[in-house]
């Protein structure tokens, strides 16, 4: 009974692979050609041999020591094995381990010339000693060696080769992908018009032995006669028996017309919109019910009452409306302003409160409570009488 199987590929040294080992038991393996495979096998008991047999009838004994049995191949080709093994009482597997070799093919390289390149370019014959051109070149494994090939027959006979040579480029080390540039190849080749240039790129890849060659469909060029210009209408039949007039002289003076200048025009806006604003101040209105009483104290502080034909002021302890000072002095506390409103009395004195009377407004509060006795503090309201005359009288 086979227990264990250890496997290591050993690839063909133009790949510049690394070894691959492999753990386990194994039924397929898929390399290159002329890979070395080595296997080794791990039994449940000592063997007497172990025997590898080819699907064409060939035989091939493994290294037996043990319980362990080992061999090496070089994979060429696509076959199948089936291993047997006899132990030390001559018995064997019920069944035969089989292996199946397959071959990984290695492709051909690859050349990609520029698109522009086609058959049958025209080109003068100065033109064709600066014809250049490059090409890509890909491989699975390297590129070793790129190939320019070109012959020179005529256009009237384009199967007599007159002349022919190749211009080679080699690639240390070989690469997968390069780009290969031929400048002024054709430099050093003697044409005359009617010539043709036929040329082809080859690649050949690093395969050893017997590196594999690929190449593209052959491009040409060919060489047409110069001074074309020279050729005239009456040189071509055209015109005969006609006088042919001379061609009109170059002006002299100058033609070229001066551009425009830009046009400066003068826009005038004018906005007609008319709207109505109005604004949502209103008059200020003392709020509370204590509005009434304030106005009333505002008013007898204000004027003089006639008295014997004399004017005199008011007395300040007069009843308004019926109601003593007294009274007037405990129950009229209406604030004007809403944000001094419940600020205890030394905070108020460092703002400024706003009253009814112009005269009053943006006085500190203790100027205020020399000429007034309406107070926006709760605690100024409760005040007793006797102090009120004295703030008054100053």
Same mark, same amino acid.
């Given at each position: 009974?086979?227990?264990?199987?250890?496997?290591?590929?050993?690839?063909?040294?133009?790949?510049?692979?690394?070894?691959?080992?492999?753990?386990?038991?194994?039924?397929?393996?898929?390399?290159?050609?002329?890979?070395?495979?080595?296997?080794?096998?791990?039994?449940?008991?000592?063997?007497?041999?172990?025997?590898?047999?080819?699907?064409?009838?060939?035989?091939?004994?493994?290294?037996?020591?043990?319980?362990?049995?080992?061999?090496?191949?070089?994979?060429?080709?696509?076959?199948?094995?089936?291993?047997?093994?006899?132990?030390?009482?001559?018995?064997?597997?019920?069944?035969?381990?089989?292996?199946?070799?397959?071959?990984?093919?290695?492709?051909?390289?690859?050349?990609?010339?520029?698109?522009?390149?086609?058959?049958?370019?025209?080109?003068?014959?100065?033109?064709?000693?600066?014809?250049?051109?490059?090409?890509?070149?890909?491989?699975?494994?390297?590129?070793?060696?790129?190939?320019?090939?070109?012959?020179?027959?005529?256009?009237?006979?384009?199967?007599?080769?007159?002349?022919?040579?190749?211009?080679?480029?080699?690639?240390?080390?070989?690469?997968?992908?390069?780009?290969?540039?031929?400048?002024?190849?054709?430099?050093?080749?003697?044409?005359?018009?009617?010539?043709?240039?036929?040329?082809?790129?080859?690649?050949?890849?690093?395969?050893?032995?017997?590196?594999?060659?690929?190449?593209?469909?052959?491009?040409?060029?060919?060489?047409?006669?110069?001074?074309?210009?020279?050729?005239?209408?009456?040189?071509?039949?055209?015109?005969?028996?006609?006088?042919?007039?001379?061609?009109?002289?170059?002006?002299?003076?100058?033609?070229?017309?001066?551009?425009?200048?830009?046009?400066?025009?003068?826009?005038?806006?004018?906005?007609?919109?008319?709207?109505?604003?109005?604004?949502?101040?209103? !008059? $200020?209105?003392?709020? +509370?019910?204590?509005?009434? /009483?304030? %106005?009333?104290?505002? #008013?007898?502080?204000?004027?003089? @009452?006639?008295?014997?034909?004399?004017?005199?002021? !008011? $007395?300040?302890?007069? +009843?308004?409306?019926?109601? /003593?000072? %007294?009274?007037?002095? #405990?129950?009229?506390?209406?604030? @004007?302003?809403?944000?001094?409103?419940?600020?205890?009395?030394?905070?108020?004195?460092?703002?400024?409160?706003?009253?009814?009377?112009?005269?009053?407004?943006?006085?500190?509060?203790?100027?205020?409570?020399?000429?007034?006795?309406?107070?926006?503090?709760?605690?100024?309201?409760?005040?007793?009488?006797?102090?009120?005359?004295?703030?008054?009288?100053?």
């Amino acid at each position: 009974m086979l227990e264990n199987m250890q496997s290591e590929l050993m690839y063909p040294a133009y790949t510049r692979m690394l070894p691959k080992r492999l753990e386990g038991i194994q039924d397929r393996f898929f390399g290159l050609p002329n890979t070395k495979i080595t296997l080794g096998f791990t039994f449940w008991k000592d063997l007497r041999s172990a025997i590898f047999t080819w699907d064409n009838g060939e035989d091939l004994p493994l290294d037996v020591t043990g319980r362990f049995a080992s061999t090496t191949i070089v994979h060429s080709q696509t076959r199948t094995a089936s291993l047997q093994v006899r132990d030390e009482n001559g018995w064997g597997m019920e069944a035969p381990f089989i292996i199946n070799f397959e071959i990984q093919p290695d492709e051909k390289p690859q050349v990609f010339p520029p698109r522009s390149m086609k058959n049958d370019m025209p080109t003068l014959a100065e033109g064709l000693k600066l014809f250049s051109f490059g090409a890509r070149l890909e491989d699975d494994y390297g590129v070793s060696r790129c190939l320019l090939k070109w012959t020179r027959t005529t256009v009237s006979n384009p199967t007599k080769v007159q002349e022919k040579g190749e211009v080679e480029r080699l690639i240390s080390p070989p690469r997968r992908k390069a780009m290969m540039a031929f400048e002024k190849c054709f430099e050093n080749l003697a044409v005359q018009p009617g010539d043709k240039i036929n040329f082809s790129v080859e690649v050949y890849d690093n395969r050893s032995p017997g590196p594999q060659m690929s190449a593209p469909r052959t491009r040409s060029l060919f060489v047409y006669q110069q001074g074309l210009e020279d050729l005239r209408i009456a040189s071509l039949g055209f015109g005969s028996g006609m006088v042919m007039r001379s061609r009109i002289s170059q002006s002299r003076r100058a033609t070229s017309v001066k551009e425009p200048g830009a046009l400066k025009t003068v826009e005038q806006v004018r906005n007609e919109f008319e709207a109505v604003i109005e604004t949502p101040t209103k !008059a $200020p209105v003392i709020p +509370g019910s204590y509005a009434q /009483p304030v %106005k009333d104290y505002f #008013r007898l502080m204000s004027t003089a @009452v006639e008295r014997n034909g004399e004017q005199e002021s !008011a $007395p300040l302890d007069a +009843g308004l409306h019926g109601k /003593p000072l %007294k009274r007037l002095a #405990r129950t009229t506390v209406s604030t @004007v302003s809403d944000t001094a409103e419940g600020k205890p009395l030394k905070r108020l004195a460092r703002t400024t409160v706003s009253t009814v009377s112009d005269r009053v407004m943006r006085k500190p509060l203790k100027r205020l409570a020399r000429t007034t006795v309406s107070t926006v503090s709760a605690r100024a309201a409760r005040k007793p009488l006797k102090r009120l005359p004295r703030q008054q009288n100053t």
